[in-house]
């Protein structure tokens, strides 16, 4: 096996063992501990006027909208993410944006909403570190999309997750992109 394959496992397995642990909460859980993130909101370092894209729940992972909806309420335009190849783009995501089906179970606004460029990235994920890096559902979507993003301006990564997907250590590849930040019901650490 190679480098780049043991890596590949390492990170498949801390994915499974994560993601088992977030499974395993139950759904009043999950939803107690999605509204506790919204309280850590005064020591979240997004600028004034900031544009942030937060992203639509799936399965089982924490639910970013009420915070998003604080955001929204204090000023920040919203966007969500949109798959078009290997990357993303954000669409404006506003109380009355018609919502499409998308894939991953997702929901994402139609192709007629305005394409915005994040200055904040709220990003789901399977599992975090206690050094920033971050172990994504294995598709590079996001890696992919920081790199051309970072190409036209400063970007603020923060992790939204529940506390049990932190592992001991992610392995890390040239590619991976860690996080400036995470966000859990217990509050916010900074990484940078």
């Known amino acids: ?4 394959s043991n890596l590949a496992a390492e990170k498949d397995l801390l994915r499974k063992q994560a993601l088992s642990r977030r499974r395993a909460l139950d759904e009043v859980e999950r939803i107690e501990k999605s509204l506790q993130i919204v309280d850590h909101l005064d020591v979240l370092p997004v600028p004034s006027g900031a544009v942030v894209a937060g992203f639509w729940p799936i399965r089982d992972e924490i639910d970013p ?3 998003m909806d ?3 309420q204090r ?3 919203l966007g969500l993410p949109v798959m078009v190849g290997p990357s993303l783009i954000f669409r404006h995501l506003q109380r009355d944006t018609e919502l499409v ?7 994402e606004p139609g192709p007629e909403a305005e394409e ?3 200055d904040v990235l709220l990003m789901p994920l399977a599992g975090f570190d206690a050094v920033g890096n971050r172990i994504g559902y294995g598709r590079a979507y996001y890696d992919n999309t920081i790199t051309l993003l970072e190409k036209t301006g400063p970007l603020l990564r923060i992790g939204v997750a529940f506390s049990t997907q932190e592992v001991d250590r992610v ?3 040239a590619h991976d992109k860690p996080l400036d930040g995470i966000l859990t ?3 916010y650490r900074s990484f940078g």
């Open 1 to 4: 096996m190679t480098e780049v």
């Open 65 to 67: 909208r009420p915070l």
């Open 70 to 72: 604080r955001l929204r």
């Open 75 to 77: 000023g920040h335009r």
């Open 101 to 107: 089906p998308a894939g991953f179970g997702c929901l």
């Open 116 to 118: 915005l460029r994040p």
């Open 171 to 173: 392995p890390t590849e």
């Open 185 to 187: 019901e217990h509050g």
